[in-house]
């Protein structure tokens, strides 16, 4: 039996392959924990090419079944199946799916490494029956020459789009995810195969063929990265300053949550009561909620500083809603007299804010103080890294802006909770009344330092946390 030849094949065999079943195991373990690209080709060498080329050497060696036998050219042809799949699949792992994000091998739309990889194996299956059954390819493929050139006269038209197509596809324009605007659609890009490309847009899902694509212009929004800008057109009244109609048109512009960080919104006068705010965005995608907002914010905030959006004027403000503010919500808050009221009537007015709009920001002194007539508003602190905190809920009849008379910053940011109606009282006529009240000097003092003492201490468990 130790003189036999196909003993050392049966032994090498039995210890062999549990040893490499094994090792290619724990070799594909450890490619999975590291996320690597060559998992795959290790997992189809342990479940595949391994046991049938351990069973064909059996065959062959160990049992010495001749080679032209079916059983042993159908095991050959299977294995060399898998040695042709092993290798491509090797291939792809090590120069497409590994390469870097730049790169052109990561540009290669994956049709060509379709297209490449079936030529590839239908090249190697040639080879293999040619090889193992003895087959004469040479007039298989002189036919199917033939035949691709009668095919590719026969489609050229729609095989030259096609190919238009793919070239464009190569160059890479675009990736999932980026915004185009073509001739006939704007949206983000979902999905891009070797005909057509789709494009989600407001109205539903846009397919533009490739050579539709390859033979015009498109522009692509989403690049350079953080470059898109929003223009937004807004008209005024003639009369208005166009200084002050610019200066509004930016500090709204900034407020908005979709504005890029560590930029700034400007905004320019065309001439005819025409205004052009550009305003940089992080994304296409934040375009209409940033349109809607501000077109939103700006109708309120125009009437806030007697401004005329599209030439409208603003008549809200008007004695009677001010004397009733002042009589139920600012006498009972400053403990007025009939007389003191009558004396603010001509220094008051009714404002309003729309929702989420930013009613006094953190870290400037307050003009004079606001009175919440309806409408709720929500106070809001940042920490030193950057996270912000809610420090309360103010609701009718209470008051912001009480540092107005201490000449402090704000700690905090108040935000309109839905649309908030406020009568405003400037700086120096608050001040004559508290004057002649100490006692209510001394209220607004105390409130002044509970709502300080308040921020202090959330800011400081936020850090702890």
């Known amino acids: 039996m130790f003189d036999s030849p196909w003993f050392y094949w049966a032994v090498g065999v039995a210890v062999g392959l549990p040893v490499g079943l094994i090792v290619l195991t724990e070799w594909h373990h450890a490619l999975v924990r ?44 299977v294995f060399g199946f898998v040695v042709l799949m092993l290798l491509l699949s090797g291939l792809d792992a090590t120069l497409f799916q590994a390469a870097p994000v730049d790169s052109w091998r990561k540009r290669v739309p994956a049709i060509f490494l379709d297209v490449a990889r079936f030529l590839l194996i239908g090249l190697g299956l040639a080879l293999i029956f040619s090889y193992i059954w003895g087959a004469r390819i040479g007039g298989l493929f002189t036919a199917l020459g033939v035949t691709s050139v009668v095919i590719g006269l026969m489609l050229q038209n729609s095989v030259g789009q096609i190919v238009s197509g793919l070239f464009m596809l190569f160059e890479q324009p675009f990736r999932i995810g980026d915004w185009l605007e073509t001739p006939t659609a704007r949206g983000r890009v979902v999905e891009v195969n070797w005909r057509a490309v789709h494009i989600e847009t407001g109205k539903g899902l846009q397919i533009t063929p490739n050579s539709v694509l390859a033979t015009t212009s498109f522009t692509n929004l989403s690049r350079p990265n953080g470059a898109h800008e929003l223009g937004i057109s807004t008209t005024f009244s003639a009369a208005d300053p166009p200084d002050r ?106 404002v309003r804010y729309g929702a989420d709009e930013i009613v006094e920001h953190a870290g400037q002194i307050p003009s004079g103080m606001t009175f919440l007539v309806a409408g709720r508003v929500r106070m809001t602190a940042m920490t030193e890294d950057g996270s912000m905190i809610a420090v309360g809920t103010l609701n009718e009849g209470s008051f912001l802006g009480l540092t107005t008379l201490t000449r402090q910053p704000n700690l905090a940011d108040v935000y309109a909770l839905g649309e908030v109606t406020a009568l405003e009282v400037d700086r120096e006529h608050i001040e004559d009344l508290v004057m002649r009240k100490p006692v209510l000097l001394q209220d607004f003092g105390r409130i002044i330092d509970q709502r300080r003492g308040k921020v202090r201490q959330l800011t400081a468990q936020q850090q702890l946390s």
């Open 34 to 77: 590291r996320q690597s690209y060559l998992a795959r080709p290790v997992n189809l060498l342990r479940n595949y090419l391994l046991p049938l080329g351990a069973l064909l050497m059996l065959l062959v060696k160990a049992a010495e079944v001749p080679a032209h036998y079916t059983s042993v050219r159908v095991l050959a042809t």
């Open 245 to 350: 109609v610019c200066a509004l048109l930016s500090r709204i512009a900034a407020g908005l949550p979709q504005v890029k960080p560590d930029s700034q919104p400007a905004s320019v006068a065309l001439g005819a009561g025409e205004y052009r705010t550009t305003i940089p965005l992080a994304s296409p995608a934040h375009d209409g909620p940033a349109r809607a907002t501000f077109l939103r914010w700006i109708w309120y905030a125009a009437r806030r500083e007697r401004l005329h959006l599209d030439g409208a004027d603003d008549d809200f403000s008007s004695p009677e809603r001010v004397e009733k503010a002042l009589r139920t919500v600012v006498a009972p808050a400053l403990r007025l007299s009939h007389t003191d009221q009558r004396s603010l009537i001509a220094h008051a007015r009714i």
